[in-house]
DNA sequence: TTGTAATTGAAAATCATTTTCAATACAAGG
DNA sequence: CCTTGTATTGAAAATGATTTTCAATTACAA
């Protein structure tokens, strides 16, 4: 689905919820669907101001919330905290983040299942849900200096 | 390890760090030690209190922090926040909470490396860290309200 | 025992987030 | 295209968490 597509989309969501579209929803979905990185609340008013200046940070955290009610984003654990954002994937999907740049990736394709099992009969917790996240550094920031003029 | 052994080897793993043996930080270390929850700042300040009544809300602060420096103690990340402290585990472990209780226990076991392999060469991406948290209910959250007398 | 630097807790300052509120703008209906 | 009711907005104030400042106290090396 391209980006436009996907704006579109979550504005008809946020509609069909009963909300309205406003020039400052439009401005902060348009850069949740656009970024592969997490943003802060801070970051978001910054860069949600070049296209809608008068934006306010009291809009940037209402805006947020009603996204992360819809389910159409969440906030992501990192080492830092937990106050950033990030457009949630499809289906089961854990993150991957690079910790030079932020960029996120998505995977899929764990098999968890045989150790929960091991885990909840060594416990006798029944567990019901898992976080899995890996941390390393992206193709592009893996480049040494001296090829980053190339790209 | 007893817990009256770690708590001494805590003492003096912060005094070789230079730091003074207070009564304040005492009574904050036996906390540590002694919970198998996660305790944030207000939960240690209340419960230190007990111990120590003069405790003041800053010093918590300072000692958790500086505990935090020394690896002795580590953040956990939950899905309401990531402020809350716990004492770290030793060697490679994960975390299996109780979302009911909060009680926290470690496992081991976990084999990621084929996982991690097949990521890295899908993505090009460099893997150096994972995250990995179970979460459930531990066995005497799990017990009936019938039951719940006999415990 | 003494001297000194680290530590303490109260109070003030700072920072992030939430609440309040009057003005504005969306969108349903005419 | 207007009208109208209500959701939304951003500024300012309030709140809550954390950090900084500072004078008094205390640990501990000498
Ligand atoms: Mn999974
Ligand atoms: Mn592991
Ligand atoms: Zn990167
Ligand atoms: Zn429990």
Redesign the pocket.
């Known amino acids: 689905m391209t980006p436009t597509i996907t704006v579109s989309r979550w504005l008809d969501l946020?509609?069909s919820a009963?909300?309205?579209?406003?020039?400052?929803?439009r401005a902060i979905v348009e850069l949740m669907v656009g970024t592969s990185r997490a943003l802060?609340?801070?970051e978001v008013y910054d860069l949600g101001r070049t296209e809608?200046p008068?934006?306010?940070?009291?809009?940037?955290?209402?805006?947020l919330?009603k996204l992360e009610e819809l389910g159409l984003i969440e906030r992501v654990h990192l080492p830092d905290g937990c106050?950033r954002y990030l457009r949630t994937a499809d289906g089961h999907q854990h993150l991957l983040l690079c910790t030079t740049c932020g960029l996120v990736q998505t995977f899929a394709g764990d098999d968890l299942d045989p150790l929960t099992g091991k885990v909840a009969s060594d416990t006798g917790f029944a567990i019901n849900e898992h976080w899995l996240q890996f941390f390393g550094t992206c193709p592009n920031c893996r480049k040494p200096i001296s090829t980053l003029s190339e790209s």
Request: with cysteine; hydrophobic share 30%; proline share 8%.
């Open positions: 946020l509609q009963g909300c309205r579209v406003t020039a400052p929803r802060g609340p801070i809608h008068g934006l306010g940070l009291v809009t940037v955290y209402r805006t919330e106050h």
